[in-house]
């Protein structure tokens, strides 16, 4: 009876553990928001880097917007250009404009970059060596990081590569299985624990149309 009690309280709190959320890349307002929040969402992660390499203009009026609403989890995903942008330049270009204090955990968004000038190389030691430089300005800059990518498109980009594993970046990863449990992840990039899934990347929620979050 015990143990059968212990085991109920646990998956209780597992699902009380369970958050929700998205990753957008256009600019919402806060009523947008608040009907998000009163959906379930408890974070929200911006685009604050555009792949043609350049900041996005709406990043700091939505996160303000976000957290108005009273969304207390607020992060940014930097969608790298490899090429015309060096990576320090870039990731300072982004802090300056949405500033370091307005969010959480900047993620490193790797994938298939198909702006002019900015696509990764084909040789993946040349790119792995271009996220350790990105990892390094963050760095720097004293920015608490992350990575996302999905298994695909590491392997194809960046190989066998460590990079963000070895200095302890958290992994939000992509599979579009419509289901908010890790159990489909297989280990990449030397990580072997996501920290958050990518689980559907066309919900509609409040007009958003965003793709849908896990952890």
């Given at each position: 009876m015990f143990a059968r009690i212990a085991i109920v309280a646990s998956l209780m709190a597992a699902v009380t553990l369970a958050t929700d959320g998205g990753d957008i890349s256009e600019f919402y307002d806060k009523s947008t928001f608040e009907c998000t929040k009163g959906k379930g969402w408890d974070f929200v992660i911006v685009r604050s880097y555009c792949s043609f390499g350049g900041v996005d203009d709406n990043a700091p009026r939505t996160l303000a917007a976000a957290k108005d609403a009273g969304i207390p989890h607020r992060d940014?995903?930097?969608?790298?250009?490899?090429?015309?942008?060096?990576?320090?330049?870039?990731?300072?270009?982004?802090?300056?404009h949405v500033?370091?204090?307005?969010?959480?955990?900047?993620w490193f968004d790797i994938?298939?970059?198909?702006?002019?000038?900015?696509?990764?190389?084909?040789?993946?030691?040349t790119?792995?060596?271009?996220?350790?430089?990105?990892?390094?300005?963050?760095?720097?800059?004293?920015?608490?990081?992350?990575?996302?990518?999905?298994?695909?498109?590491?392997?194809?980009?960046?190989?066998t590569c460590t990079a963000g594993a070895d200095h302890g970046l958290p992994l939000w990863y992509a599979h579009y299985d419509y289901t908010r449990s890790f159990g489909d992840f297989t280990a990449f990039g030397g990580c072997k624990h996501p920290a958050m899934k990518q689980y559907n990347d066309a919900v509609g929620i409040c007009g958003i149309n965003a793709d849908a979050d896990w952890y």
């Amino acid at each position: 009876m015990f143990a059968r009690i212990a085991i109920v309280a646990s998956l209780m709190a597992a699902v009380t553990l369970a958050t929700d959320g998205g990753d957008i890349s256009e600019f919402y307002d806060k009523s947008t928001f608040e009907c998000t929040k009163g959906k379930g969402w408890d974070f929200v992660i911006v685009r604050s880097y555009c792949s043609f390499g350049g900041v996005d203009d709406n990043a700091p009026r939505t996160l303000a917007a976000a957290k108005d609403a009273g969304i207390p989890h607020r992060d940014v995903y930097h969608f790298p250009c490899h090429g015309k942008v060096s990576a320090e330049d870039q990731v300072k270009a982004d802090l300056d404009h949405v500033g370091k204090d307005n969010f959480g955990t900047m993620w490193f968004d790797i994938e298939t970059n198909p702006s002019p000038g900015c696509s990764y190389s084909g040789d993946h030691a040349t790119n792995c060596k271009f996220l350790e430089d990105l990892i390094a300005a963050g760095k720097k800059h004293g920015v608490t990081m992350g990575v996302y990518a999905s298994s695909y498109m590491w392997s194809s980009i960046m190989g066998t590569c460590t990079a963000g594993a070895d200095h302890g970046l958290p992994l939000w990863y992509a599979h579009y299985d419509y289901t908010r449990s890790f159990g489909d992840f297989t280990a990449f990039g030397g990580c072997k624990h996501p920290a958050m899934k990518q689980y559907n990347d066309a919900v509609g929620i409040c007009g958003i149309n965003a793709d849908a979050d896990w952890y």
